[in-house]
């Protein structure tokens, strides 16, 4: 089964601490894991991809298959990181995309 | 360049009335397309995906059901909606490596 699983609902953090956004998830093949970001009033968007090993917004993800997770992490917030992070996992070729529950980020002054 | 359309934004319809929502993406042939339902606290939950004409997954069984009559039109219907159907319902649409959303539908059943 393809699952993905998001522990925390809510991470608040103040503005310059570092931020960690969990996911861990089950596949039983090769995943492809994504993040994905919903601002304020604006549609879903891809953030990252793990097979880029791109930075964005100074955000960045490391596979882990060991430990099936894929966190999203960033050393110094702000305030307009605020938004609703959710992980995704795809199997090969793009077919069954599937999301985790998200989490919000609040990033306070 | 690829877009996504998703119609209408808000909808309100009677318990028992029939459904339609419809997707439909432009600039990009044989997409990937997925109808999701978001909600607080269970984020995006996959109702249903297809990869091409007439083929369709269902990955939650429930009172609804999708279409595909066309390479770039996803719909999602339902005979007789249920007070549980209402939500916010998402079109999607993925290439090589990376899914579109479209702006959402908001479904309210009285």
């Known amino acids: 089964a393809q699952r993905v699983t998001q522990p925390e609902k809510l991470l608040s953090v103040f503005k310059g601490a570092p931020v960690e956004l969990k996911c861990n998830y089950s596949y039983s093949g090769s995943p492809e894991l994504f993040w994905y970001v919903q601002y304020s009033r604006q549609r879903l968007q891809l953030l990252l991809r793990h097979i880029s090993r791109e930075s964005i917004k100074g955000f960045t993800a490391d596979l882990n298959k060991g430990e099936t997770s894929f966190h999203l992490k960033k050393p110094f917030a702000q305030e307009e990181d605020s938004a609703m992070y959710y992980c995704?996992?795809?199997?090969?070729?793009?077919?069954?995309?599937?999301f985790g529950t998200g989490t919000r980020l609040l990033v306070s002054p | 360049s690829q877009t996504i359309h998703q119609w209408p934004a808000t909808l309100v319809q009677p318990v028992g009335s029939p459904l339609s929502l419809e997707c439909t993406v432009e600039g990009t042939s044989n997409p990937n397309l997925y109808w999701y339902r978001q909600a607080a606290g269970r984020g995006l939950q996959l109702l249903f995906y297809?990869?091409?004409?007439?083929?369709i997954s269902s990955e939650v069984p429930q009172n609804l059901s999708a279409s595909r009559p066309q390479d770039r039109q996803f719909i999602l219907s339902s005979k007789k909606l249920l007070l549980s159907d209402s939500g916010f319902y998402l079109c999607a649409w993925a290439g090589a490596a990376e899914a579109f959303f479209g702006q959402g539908t908001r479904l309210t059943v009285v």
């Open positions: 995704a996992l795809s199997g090969q070729s793009f077919q069954k995309l599937v």
């Open positions: 297809s990869v091409g004409i007439g083929q």
